[in-house]
């Protein structure tokens, strides 16, 4: 038995046992071999025929994300449902794409988000929904502050008694030990106060400085 134009993957032995020569790879692109295969006897007969070897693909591949993204940065308070991230993976066999959403109403201001904005997530891609290969990859959301909260006060009235000598420059009032703005982050939790106006103050008091919420005798 020969191989006609012998070929590096295959090999025939004498009594006409077909084998391989090498380790073959469906998704390498080889799927189908043609060979023809002559036989010969003492005398110098000889006859062939044709073989064609078709290459069973097999489920040994693993998926690979190719998205490289790793941390994600969206600003809060995105509505359900909103897509913040596309992620993708490949495997030889098929290609696929996963979207990330918002699952609930997120608020950088409160709770766990206020003292550590970032949301760790562990994402798996599997390319059977039973067994088969998987691979994981952990990838990372930072919740940015928005200017969504207005500026409040505790407290809306004050009485101050102000000596009559009090000089100028004398602090009456720290505006600022009363009002506040929840978000969390600069300049979104930054406010200025108006100049104090009012019957019968005539000038009297100001801000020092101005806007400070500092109301001093002026």
């Known amino acids: 038995y020969f191989l006609i134009s012998p070929s590096n993957s295959f090999r025939v032995s004498a009594n006409g046992t077909l084998s391989s020569t090498t380790e073959f790879d469906f998704e390498a692109g080889h799927s189908s071999y043609h060979l023809i295969v002559e036989v010969r006897d003492s005398q110098g007969l000889q006859a062939s025929t044709a073989l064609q070897v078709n290459i069973v693909n097999i489920n040994d591949e693993i998926p690979r994300f190719t998205s490289p993204t790793r941390v994600y940065t969206i600003p809060e308070e995105l509505g359900p449902g909103t897509i913040v991230a596309n992620v993708t993976a490949e495997d030889p066999d098929d290609k696929g ?107 009297r008091f100001l801000q020092d400085p101005a806007g400070s919420g500092k109301i001093v005798v002026s």
């Open 97 to 203: 794409t996963g979207t990330i959403q918002v699952a609930c109403r997120l608020d950088r201001d409160a709770g766990k988000l206020r003292q550590n904005p970032a949301i760790s997530l562990e994402v798996l891609v599997k390319d059977r929904p039973f067994g088969g290969q998987e691979n994981r990859k952990q990838i990372t959301f930072i919740v940015e502050d928005i200017n969504d909260n207005p500026a409040m006060c505790t407290k809306f009235t004050f009485s101050i008694m102000v000596p009559e000598r009090a000089a100028k420059g004398t602090l009456l009032l720290d505006l600022n030990k009363f009002c506040f703005d929840e978000d969390s982050e600069a300049p979104n939790n930054q406010f200025n106060f108006t100049t104090p106006s009012g019957v019968g103050s005539r000038g």
